[in-house]
């Protein structure tokens, strides 16, 4: 399918990172198929512009491995367990986005292969390459790693110029917002500084990874309509996570 952008896109190729969580909607678990089509429709608003857009998304919203494996349950197991529930979420967002006409493909990092393609990086770049969106679904493929840590490695993989990481608030902040109003935003961060201040924006595997390998991470709020396309287009949403702080705070 033909795309008609009407300017070019600052970023060329992006991934996108979201929870699991983040189908959920107003729903106590499991996919809320409201949210599941809003998300699908601001992921088409940024592929709209032409940029090549790569998703991972968690598996929180069916089953946590670490909170599991604290029930006694072998962590390795959970783990798994948790690769599953990611692949779920993938094949969802997947119908949800090519019901919208958007060619999407998902590979996972476990094969199955009735389900999704297996992972090979060339291969998702040539389908990102050929305008296709590209979900990866089952993490790592490896027990003890968690999304996040998936995501910035597939973004480094895919070459992509910058990580987006979806949360439900407009960026980070001093502590949480939602039980202290008065907490700061940051407009910008650097990865060291994410990392002392302990500030849970993603593991301090993933941070380190995109630190080492000078991939910059946008902290965003998902609720907001249109920040995915706006991050795309290059407006300032958000937090960015780089090796640079100045104008930390805003």
């Known amino acids: 399918m033909a795309r008609q952008a009407r300017s070019k896109p600052r970023y060329q190729r992006v991934l996108v990172k979201m929870s699991g969580e983040a189908l959920m909607g107003s729903a106590p678990y499991g996919i809320e198929p409201q949210t599941l089509a809003y998300i699908a429709r601001q992921l088409k608003e940024a592929y709209d512009t032409g940029a090549q857009v790569a998703v991972v ?42 019901a919208l006409g958007v060619p999407t493909r998902v590979l996972s990092a476990i094969e199955m292969r009735e389900l999704a393609e297996p992972y090979i990086r060339r291969r998702a770049v040539r389908h990102l390459q050929k305008g296709r969106v590209v979900i990866f679904a089952a993490g790592t493929g490896n027990p003890f790693f968690t999304t996040d840590t998936a995501a910035a490695l597939r973004a480094m993989e895919i070459g992509a110029q910058v990580l987006l990481k979806a ?31 302990g500030l849970g924006v993603m593991d301090s595997t993933a941070i380190s990874l995109c630190m080492d390998n000078h991939m910059p991470i946008v902290v965003f709020n998902l609720r907001k309509p249109g920040s995915i396309k706006a991050l795309v287009m290059g407006r300032r949403v958000g937090t960015t996570i780089a090796a640079d702080a100045k104008g930390a705070k805003k």
């Open 167 to 197: 949360t439900k608030v407009d960026g980070v902040y001093s502590a949480d917002p939602q039980k202290e109003p008065q907490a700061k935003k940051y407009s910008r961060l650097s990865y060291i500084d994410v990392l002392k201040k």
């Open 57 to 98: 998304i968690g598996g929180g919203n069916m089953f946590r491995g670490v909170q599991a494996s604290t029930y006694g349950m072998d962590r390795a197991t959970a783990d798994y367990m948790g690769m599953l529930a990611t692949v779920i979420n993938s094949l969802a967002l997947q119908s949800a986005l090519e």
